[in-house]
């Protein structure tokens, strides 16, 4: 069973940047579109970017322009790229495998919190 550990997360001012990573575990880690996805409290979870196997990416409106989701196979890498950050993107930040494939277990996902 895959396992995945996001980190990168942290306080950030309004208009501000942070890279957050997930650390995947298992030989197949390739095969598999990942994606971004991100909770608050009292919300569902809801998917802010993904990348398939190849390279393909997308987003969702609210992050487009914003963000640039990206992958290392060879490392078992994804990584998120946030740029102007609003507070609106405060949230728990989490990797996982997306559809049309179940998930994996969920990791304890990373905090990012944007205010002055």
């Known amino acids: 069973q895959v396992q995945v550990v996001e980190s990168g997360g942290g306080l950030v001012q309004p208009g501000g940047s942070l890279r957050l990573s997930c650390a995947a575990s298992g030989s197949i880690f390739s095969s598999y579109p990942m994606g971004w996805y991100r909770q608050v409290p009292g919300k569902q979870r809801e998917l802010v970017a993904g990348?398939?196997?190849?390279?393909?990416?997308n987003y969702g409106d609210s992050v487009k322009g914003r963000f640039t989701i990206s992958r290392d196979n060879d490392k078992n890498m994804v990584y998120l790229q946030m740029n102007s950050l609003k507070p609106e993107d405060t949230a728990i930040y989490y990797c996982?495998?997306?559809?049309?494939?179940?998930?994996?277990?969920w990791g304890q996902g990373t905090q990012v919190t944007v205010s002055s």
């Open positions: 990348i398939t196997g190849g390279g393909r990416t």
């Open positions: 996982n495998r997306m559809p049309p494939y179940g998930s994996f277990d």
